[in-house]
């Protein structure tokens, strides 16, 4: 398995960018599907983005389209949530997560039950 670490997260206003980025170790980073969800004060861990093992494809989920942008650095093990035009409905805890053999299909679905491995998580909070 993959050990992932998460780190950016903060505070900030409405309307602010922030960047996390989650350096990846332990495994091979380039088998891995990475994902990014997030949880909420009080609700489910939902689906944010994802990126396939090269960065051929990537899926979001349509609250955060055109706002954020999901990347990753291959040399660096890294893969990054780029984040803009922040709401406060944003304000979450931040997971990264890796999962393996996952099609298009399968990545579009956004099921977190795809991803095996998964960091702490990052708190970000946008103020209004």
Request: net charge positive; proline share 2%.
């Amino acid at each position: 398995q993959v050990h992932l670490v998460e780190t950016g997260g903060g505070l900030v206003q409405a309307g602010g960018s922030l960047r996390l980025s989650c350096a990846a170790s332990g495994d091979t980073f380039t088998t891995y599907t990475m994902g990014w969800f997030r949880q909420g004060p009080g609700k489910e861990r939902d689906f944010v983005a994802n990126i396939d093992w090269n960065g051929a494809r990537t899926y979001y989920a349509d609250s955060v389209k055109g706002r954020f942008t999901i990347s990753r650095d291959v040399a660096k093990n890294t893969v990054y949530l780029q984040m803009g035009n922040l709401k406060p409905e944003d304000t979450a805890v931040y997971y990264c997560a890796a999962g393996r053999f996952m099609d298009a299909q399968v990545m579009a679905s956004g099921n977190l039950r795809n991803f095996g491995s998964w960091g702490q998580g990052t708190q970000v909070t946008v103020s209004s």
